[in-house]
């Protein structure tokens, strides 16, 4: 899994977020856009996508989009 | 003045399924006749062809053949659509069995028709972002099994329901991209839904003295409905059950 496609996967999530804010960097929680609709439509493509289940105290305990990853690959490797 | 007509649905692209008869057929005449370009989807090639012709703007539609309970026919429809600025859900099916008859073969077909392939449909079309912002969705839902309770009708009504709590939650998670969502519901309508011989002409006509207007509608009563929910006079309105029914649910 590389971090791109993650953040690919990750932005297609929003609707109205320029492509260009999403890097490994970003603080999603302070995205104008975020809410909970797209944090559980976030769980729902790592599901989807790498059949991995998240949880809510993941999600809060990220801070960027990296953190998150991290979080996913190692549930991969679990 | 004299051109003004919030109702408009000049050069909006309209997704019309169930569009070979009925209801379907009626909504498709309305629309084109209102400016919309539409793209009009069945399992009935005839039935398709034959609305085609009845529309305004013969050269601006198109139309798929397609069976909406296949995820393929799903994705193939949705692969080759654009953008849209609304839809309208209209397939539909019933059989009438008291529940002590029912059973899961039919069950089955009739919830695949009424409630998963609106549902998947919506799913997909709204995962691939098709829905530009202003967009409409409109179900053909029913007042059966929403708002009245008859005889034999536990599958459908279950069906009907069914999606109109899925309407409302695709309001609800649609309302921040401005992309709306409603239902018509509609009593009993003037179409090919129930096979000739289902009622007798006298349970027919027993029927209809259950409808304060005393006749059962016409599938343009319904389809002005939903000319009104696809439009932007609506604009505002989202989760929304808009029943027409002659007074049927003030009873």
């Known amino acids: ?78 | 003045m004299i051109n003004y007509n919030p109702f408009s649905l000049q050069d909006k692209t309209i997704l019309i399924t169930g569009a070979a008869g009925g209801i379907g057929r009626a909504t498709s005449i309305e629309c084109s006749k209102l400016g919309a370009k539409l793209i009009l989807t069945d399992i009935n090639e005839e039935g398709l062809k034959k609305t085609l012709e009845l529309l305004d703007n013969n050269d601006s539609h198109c139309y798929y053949l397609a069976n909406l309970t296949q995820d393929n026919d799903i994705d193939s429809l949705v692969a080759q659509i654009d953008k849209l600025d609304g839809m309208v859900s209209n397939a539909g099916v019933t059989k009438p069995m008291p529940v002590k008859f029912i059973n899961k073969y039919d069950f089955d077909r009739i919830l695949s028709v009424n409630t998963l392939a609106p549902v998947f449909l919506t799913q997909r079309l709204l995962k691939n972002k098709k829905f530009q912002k202003g967009a409409s969705i409109v179900f053909t839902v029913s007042i059966g099994g929403v708002f009245t309770t008859a005889f034999g009708n536990a599958m459908y009504g279950a069906s009907k329901g069914a999606l109109q709590v899925f309407m409302k939650n695709v309001a609800l998670e649609s309302a921040s991209q401005s992309i709306r969502c409603n239902s018509v519901n509609p009593g009993m309508i003037n179409t090919g839904l129930l096979k000739p011989g289902t009622y007798s002409e006298e349970d027919r006509q027993k029927d209809i003295q259950t409808y304060p207007m005393k006749r059962y509608g016409e599938p343009r009563e319904v389809a002005l409905g939903v000319v009104y929910l696809l439009s932007d006079a609506s604009s505002f309105v989202t989760g929304h059950a808009l029943i027409i029914d002659g007074g049927k649910t003030l009873f």
């Open chain 1, 1 to 78: 899994m590389e971090i791109k496609e993650f953040i690919e996967h990750f932005a297609e999530q929003f609707d109205d977020t320029e492509l260009s804010e999403f890097t490994p960097e970003t603080v999603f929680h302070n995205l104008e856009e975020y809410s909970s609709l797209i944090a559980l439509s976030i769980i729902a493509m790592v599901d989807e996508e790498y059949g991995v289940a998240l949880n809510a105290n993941d999600m809060s305990s990220s801070v960027t989009i990296e953190d998150l990853f991290k979080i996913v690959k190692t549930k991969i490797n679990d």
